[in-house]
Every structure is written in C-alpha cells, then in structure tokens.
C-alpha cells in the first residue's frame, strides 16, 4: 500500500514537471511542429528533473556500465542530433523509455526479465534507434492534444506504466486528449532495423535481439489483461520477432557475436546489483537459491548467483557472510578488478578503513578510471581526517558525471568543515539542481555569491548555472 502511494506520488510530480517542461509549446491548433530545436530544450529541462521524477538506481559502478553500454552504440550509429543520458529505475514494470533528445530509461524489472548483455544492447540499440528516427518527436506532432498538462500526462503515464497508467491517461482523455504516443508498426520495424544493424557493427549477436523479442512475446501471451507499459507503446512483438528472425535468414554476413563469459560477467554483475536493492529480498534470495541448486546450471550462473547473494548481505548489514560469498567470486574471477573494488566497499561499510583503503587504492592503481572505486576512497579519506585528498578524488567524479548529485553533497561537507560558507552554498546549490530542487538550488546559489570570499572561478560557474536556471524556469 505505502508503495503503490509512493508510486502515485512520483506520477503526479512527473506529469506536473512535464507539464511544466512543456508549457512553452502551448498549443493553438491539435497539431504542432517539434523541431529539433524544441526537443533540446525540452531534454534540457527533463535532464535538471528525472532525479525529483524518478527513484534511480544511479550508483557510479552502474551508471558507468549503462553509459559505456550506450556509448558503444552511438559510437557506431554516427552523428547524433542530442547528447544521450541513460538511467535505471527503481520500478518492477518491463519497461524502457525514450523521453526527448536523448533520455534513455530502463525500468529495473526490465533487467530481471533479461539474461545477457546483448538483450540489454538490444533494447539499448531499439530505443536509441526511435530518438535516432525521431519518432517520439512524431508522435508528439501527430497528436491531438487539449493542452500542454494533458500532454504531460500522457507522457507520464507512457513513461511509468503499471496499475497506474490507466487513471493518468483517463485524467488526459477526460481534458480532451487524443493520446497517439505509441509507436507505430513501421516506427518498430525502423528501430528494430537499426538496432539490428548497429548491433553487427559491434560484433554482437543479434540472437540477443531474438531472445529480448521472444521474452516480450511470452509476456504478451500470458499476461494480455495486465501488460507491461513496455509492450503497448512497442507493439506486436510477434511482428516483430519475425521481421528479425527473417533479416537473420536472408544475412549472410550475420555476425557471430561476443556472447560469453566475459562480456556478459558485466550484465549480470549490473542485473544483480541493482535487484538485489529493488526485488522483494526473500523473492530475489529464492531465485538465487534456485540457481544454485540447478543441476543444469552453469558453474557461471551458480558463480553470479553467488554474488547475488553476497549483494544481499551485504545491504542487509551482514558484512561477514558478505565477504565469504564474495571470496567465492573472486576466486572464479581472479581477474575481475571491478570485484575487488566490491570488496573494497564491503570493507568500508563494515568499519575495516584500513583494509579498504588498501583494497580500494589497489583497485585504482589497475583502473584509475573507476569511479565508484574513486567515491568510496574520497568517501573514507573524508571520514578519516584527510578532506584535501578526498576533494581531489570527489573533484574527479564531478568532472566525469557532473549531473551526480551526491558528488556535490559531499564536497559541500569538506567545504563547510573548512569554513568555506560561501563555496558550501555553491556545492548545496549544485545538489540541488542536479536533484531537480529548482528553488532551492537557486536560493543556494544567491547565498553563495553574496560570499566575499568565493573565489572567481566559483563565481563565474555560480552566475552561469544562475541563468541557467532562469531559462530552465522559463
């Protein structure tokens, strides 16, 4: 019950910020052009709110595995007209969403219905395609819409899916709203072509595409009073697992792919991380459970099962029994960097600060480009008494993702320890922005610039986000 409300809640203030973002189009006739132009614009200000939107599972470890993901295919897909931010949400749907300019969402209850990394490069590849083509972009303009709240529901309700979609959409109907946001047969077609493609490019195999397709299919079948979101605004996967299945027929030059251990370690280290926060923790243990005592099993699977479990443990404040099933891991993947770094954490968590500034620093000495590893060893040099050295590694995250809010919840600690009030007011108004917190992100930026003693360059940045936020408000 207290979750369903939760869930209400989070609608309602995404179809207000909707509203909101696209109040500037409002509309004269029922149907209205959207430039290029216009769904920037509107990117930008949706980027400054999905985290007020949203719950997002956006530690750095799997933010920095998405946005690689990503990444990999804009790189073969070419010149793009947006700059692409992928998230995960905390929601149980099967569902993945394209908002405008480059807003890719992925529900976390998408990732417990996918079984290796070329699923996720598909559906990845799938939406890219639909921002690529434009189609959302399409089926705004090809809507007949009351006005610009209607729209944002509608939006909403395509974006959250579940029980409550339907009273979002009736909310829209009952304004006068014509709601035309799913996508069509050869939208579908369009994407999956593409996706196909770009998917060779990699060197991937399109199997992955297939497997996503026939998942998608049973899911029809078997739950067609109830479907996910994910299904009605991307229709007929019957259709489309044929159309796949027959470019697979006549391609002679289909690639073979990277399926394997190796790649899809990554997808399953990343699936079970986020489940084991998001899933039922009873539920996600009997599945692991499962895994572990099939004999059909892989030593693979039953070894990822087991870091599953060492998850769970781990966020049920069990550091000990933590530690032993990651032991068991990291001896399957001696070679596994990223796993000492999860060692690193648990160490942390647990009081070991010794241990895991040893571990952690390790970790980094192999791959200084981690940045969960980079956090967490800011987050204990801060605990321990050296905040200039944790400043460094923070100032590090904040240039590599500076849309992560915490980042800057941090640094403004350091700063208000060291007295720094105004530059404290700078990082408090950084998190905020990034947290979708307009008003007081902007209240906290006032302050700071009424500090002396900030220096230049934080004054310069602290004007800039200043009108920033003006536009964004506009």
Known sequence: MVEKTMKQLYLKKLAGILAVVFFQFTLVSSVFPFSIGDER????????????????????????????????????????????HFFVIDDKELNAFAAPSGLIFFHSGLFAAMNSEDELVSVMAHEIGHIYNRHLASRVEKGTYSGIASLGLALAAVAFGGTT????????????????????????????LLAYGWMKKLGRNPEGQVRMLETM????????????????????PEARLNYIQSLMDTDNESA????????DFQFFRCKYRILAEVKDTEQFKIFLATVLSDARATPFSKTMATYGLSQVAKN???????????AQVIAFFP???????????????????????????????????????????????NRTGRSAEAEQYFQTVSFQIPEYSQVYFELGQIATENKQPGLAAFYLGKFDLYGGKMKLAEQSLKNALRDKTLSEKSKTETQMLLKKIELLNK
């Open 256 to 263: 073979v792919g990277k399926a394997g251990v190796n790649e």
């Open 335 to 381: 070679d596994k960097n990223i796993l000492q770094v999860d060692k690193g954490v648990i160490e942390f968590a647990s009081g070991k600060l010794v241990e895991a500034e040893k571990t952690l620093r390790a970790a980094l000495r192999i791959d200084s480009s981690d940045l969960y590893a980079t956090f967490t060893l800011a987050k204990l040099l």
């Open 165 to 192: 979609a339907p009273v979002l959409l009736t909310g829209a109907l009952a304004a006068g709203q014509s709601v035309n946001l799913h996508f069509s047969r050869q939208d579908e077609e369009e994407a999956d």
């Open 316 to 326: 049920e404040n069990d550091y000990v029994r933590s530690m032993e099933l990651l």
């Open 217 to 236: 299919r049973r899911i029809s079948r078997y739950r067609s009073e109830k479907l996910p979101q994910y299904l009605l605004t991307h229709p007929d």
């Open 41 to 84: 614009e509107v990117g930008e200000k949706l980027l400054y709110s999905v985290r007020s939107a949203f719950i997002l599972k956006d530690d750095l470890d799997i933010t920095q595995y998405i946005t690689k993901l990503g990444q990999s295919v804009l790189e073969v897909a070419g010149i793009q007209y947006f700059d692409y």
